[in-house]
């Protein structure tokens, strides 16, 4: 992605559409994110890696003369409007709900918005697995703010996003993804404790050039609220209620994050199953995490990749979330020459695989992949698609394009 003429072209498209002079629009960029280790442990507390990508959602937008909010994007059809005094219940299917959502995330947390926009988006890869929906969310909130003269540090626009997909439309997912697209730094991994809110950023040993992302996305849409998504998190919540009462631990919140490893160790056995799974899943990524960190410091990409073969292998087995393409796919990755290691991306119920893999091979890696998967899956060949990125500093404002 080309964020410089990405920027103009929405820059003009804006004034063609709406009557923006071009001089006073603004564009925000809100990166999508990889978790390379750490899946599905944000929402039980667990410690999670992230990255962002140079691939995302720009937003070009200028402030509004009223109290309303306008918004198109290059890939949907239809506007979406409406006031800031009455953002209304989300729509089903509706990319607007994230415009909608950010609004009432920040009233229901105080914050004066008095100024509506005008705006066009644009994000390709919007079919999951890369967070695009909380990226959309980001990009708003960051215009929302900044027509309005607010200052929101990053950590608290990390919960307002949360906010957005938590209580306005009712997913139940943690902070990472959030954490990934406001706090990255290109090259770095972003090491982020979902129980206290804390992050890190580890630097690389081995220079950016020397490896590339590689994501394989399998052609499958839809969307994580209508999938079991929900229902693992609550599965991981009995997991760890059963888990605390036998540790004679009355915690008001039952999260896996909340149980002791030696509790764990010692009460496991009295878990039904799936539950033992989700908990095995738990605490064995948690330990994968810890290693990935020391691996990434010392520039192991070896070691770091045979951890994220690992985590994709738990997130079948334990977790239970690989739907048949998405395992095809992560099978043809992790036995493909020149990478390092790959799991899925996102919740893992659709979307795509993300690899770690040698810059120079990162080519070939996509040939052979985009081959073998259309042998495996022709009904989802055209759709699918196998892409090369690197890794990108975190949501920001763009500068000024020339008119």
């Known amino acids: 992605m080309d964020l410089e003429v990405t920027q103009q072209r929405l820059v003009r ?3 063609a559409r709406c009557g923006v002079a071009p001089a006073s629009a603004r564009v925000v960029f809100a990166p999508y994110r990889i978790c390379p280790l750490g ?10 890696t992230a990255m962002a990508i140079d691939r995302g959602v720009l937003l070009a937008y200028a402030p509004s003369t009223t109290r309303g909010v306008r918004l198109s994007s290059l890939e949907f059809a239809g506007e979406v409007r409406f006031e800031l005094d009455r953002p209304g219940a989300p729509q089903p299917g509706d990319w607007g709900n994230y415009a909608r959502g950010a609004v009432a995330a ?15 988006i644009t994000g390709p890869w919007s079919e999951g697995g ?6 959309v969310g980001v990009a708003c909130l960051l215009a929302l703010e900044e027509v309005n003269a607010l200052r929101v540090a990053a ?4 919960l307002l996003d949360q906010a957005i997909e938590n209580d306005y439309l009712g ?4 902070i990472l993804d959030q954490s990934g697209i406001l706090l990255s730094r290109k090259g770095h991994l972003t090491l982020v404790d979902c129980a206290t809110n804390q992050h890190e950023l580890v630097p690389p040993a081995q220079p950016a050039g020397t490896w590339s992302i590689v994501l394989a996305f399998s052609g499958l849409k839809q969307a994580l609220t209508g999938t079991d998504y929900n229902r693992r998190v609550a599965e991981c919540a009995a997991a760890a209620r059963i888990l605390l009462d036998s540790a004679g631990r009355s915690e008001a919140r039952a999260l896996l994050g909340c149980v002791r490893e030696s509790e764990y160790a010692e009460h496991k056995h009295r878990l039904p199953r799936p539950l033992d799974r989700r908990a095995a899943h738990f605490f064995s990524e948690v330990e994968r995490v810890r290693q990935g960190v020391m691996a990434w410091s010392k520039g192991d990409l070896p070691s770091f990749g045979r951890l994220m073969a690992e985590s994709g292998e738990s997130s079948i087995r334990n977790y239970q ?25 996102g919740a893992g119920f659709r979307g795509c695989c993300v690899a770690l893999a040698s810059e120079g091979g990162a080519r070939q890696i996509a040939e052979a992949i985009t081959a073998a998967y259309a042998r495996r899956q022709p009904a989802l060949a055209a759709r699918a698609s196998v892409e090369i990125c690197h890794s990108d500093d975190g949501a920001r404002f763009l500068g000024e394009p020339a008119p």
């Not at 899946?39 to 999670?48: C, K, W």
């Not at 890369?130 to 990226?135: G, V």
């Not at 997913?171 to 943690?174: A, E, F, R």
């Open 13 to 15: 498209e804006l004034a």
């Open 130 to 135: 890369l967070s695009s929906s909380a990226a």
């Open 155 to 158: 950590d608290e626009n990390i």
């Open 321 to 345: 979330c690989g739907s048949p393409p998405l395992v095809d796919l992560f099978e043809l990755l992790v036995r493909c020459p020149g990478v390092y290691g790959a799991r899925f991306s």
């Open 106 to 120: 920040l009233t229901r947390k105080g914050h004066a918005l008095g100024r509506g926009l005008v705006g066009l």
């Open 171 to 174: 997913l139940n997912n943690g």
């Open 39 to 48: 899946a599905h442990i944000d929402h039980q507390l667990g410690t999670v």
